[in-house]
């Protein structure tokens, strides 16, 4: 399951912190760091699918480092927000001259943040930011891997988080144990069809109270119905 992996470059400690909070809440992968050059390093070692990039930094400005990226081949795709405390018209259109995609004037509320992020994600890789998806009282968010009843964040192993993701996307429709092995789990598995059902029995126990969603079709296999 891949976490939406954000790379946070600030060097003041309260902002990291609250952004960081935040985004950590809403099930991202978070890294920061101070520096342009640290940035650098560790954009080099993994590239984040989002860059939160301040403006003023302690070595070299943002800017500096977005042109950098922006004008390097492996790293020119990386989705970009400035974090700025100007507000001058002229710096905002520097900004989005040298390449980002966004920025949010200090100070922002993490919410916003946290909105602005999902937005430029489902405009730059729809995958990372698609739309929740519900059933009853279940919701699964597929941009923070997390599932939830009535609100609730529930404890879900990956199988079962993969397995309800597809029950969801294909409901009111009846799928056979070799047909959940192939669409599920894909090529590289090497289970039995009985595995099936020992996670669909997880499944159910994840989802206490909604477990009826999850449907047993007698001598063929599994469904999603709210019916
Ligand atoms: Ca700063």
């Not at 990291?16 to 760091?33: M, N, P």
């Not at 920025?103 to 930011?129: D, G, I, Q, W």
Request: proline content about 4%; glycine content about 6%; charged content about 30%.
């Amino acid at each position: 399951m891949h976490t939406t992996r954000v790379l946070v470059v600030e060097d003041e400690p309260a902002i990291v912190e609250l952004v960081t909070y935040s985004l950590r809440e809403a099930g991202w992968g978070v890294t920061s760091v101070g520096s342009t050059a640290a940035a650098w390093d560790s954009i080099s070692h993994g590239k984040p699918d989002l860059l939160l990039l301040d403006w003023m930094l302690p070595d070299q400005s943002g800017l500096r480092l977005l042109s950098r990226l922006r004008a390097d081949r492996d790293f020119r795709d990386i989705p970009v927000i400035m974090l700025t405390a100007k507000s001058m018209e002229e710096d905002k259109l520097a900004g989005l001259d040298t390449g980002a995609d966004d920025y949010v004037t200090k100070p922002f509320s993490p919410r916003e943040l946290l909105a602005r992020s999902r937005a430029l994600l489902r405009r730059k890789s729809p995958h990372l930011a698609e739309s929740v998806l519900r059933a009853g009282a279940v919701a699964l968010d597929p941009a923070s891997c997390t599932v939830t009843i009535d609100g609730n964040g529930v404890e879900i192993g990956n199988a079962e988080y993969k397995l309800l993701k597809f029950l969801l996307a294909h409901r009111e429709r009846v799928f056979s144990r070799a047909q959940l092995l192939d669409k599920v789990w894909g090529d590289h598995a090497v289970i039995e069809e009985r595995t099936v059902d020992v996670h669909v029995l997880r499944l159910r126990k994840a989802l206490k109270g909604a477990e009826g969603l999850v449907r047993t079709v007698r001598s063929v296999g599994y469904m999603l119905s709210e019916k």
